[in-house]
């Protein structure tokens, strides 16, 4: 299995497909800058997320949004007007979603303080506490 991380600003407004009320998966992409012999150029990866991680991508995640993205990379290929596309993808396990992180701060460069996190949890791995305890 391949492991993929990334960490940038999702590019335009996450796609999500719905059944029965709840949200099944989630698009999106994220841009990441490289730094390749002094100069900057932007990679963009295709991420999808299913069930749950879908769900917090619904609530915390949209243009401009800085996130760091784990999970398992993936291939795959379709056919369009008889040519073959190839897409390569993030299966998102993870995710960490930041607001008012702009471009115009580095992440290596920039110090983070309260305003930069959601007050809440957004990490899936553990069931959210609906009970009020």
Known sequence: MSVASIAGNVVRDPFFKE???KTTFARFTIAEDTYFKGKTSP?????????GVAEVVKKHV?????CIVEGRLTSGSYKKNNQ?????DIVVERIR???NFS?????????????DTYNE???YDEPENTSGD
Request: charged fraction near 30%.
């Open 103 to 115: 471009d115009s701060y580095p992440y290596a460069e920039r110090e983070s303080d309260e305003s």
């Open 62 to 66: 949209n243009k401009g949004v800085f």
């Open 84 to 88: 073959t596309f190839y897409t390569r």
């Open 121 to 123: 949890d957004i990490n």
């Open 19 to 21: 059944e029965d009320g």
């Open 97 to 99: 979603a930041m607001k």
């Open 43 to 51: 990679v963009y990866m295709d991420c999808i997320a299913f069930a």
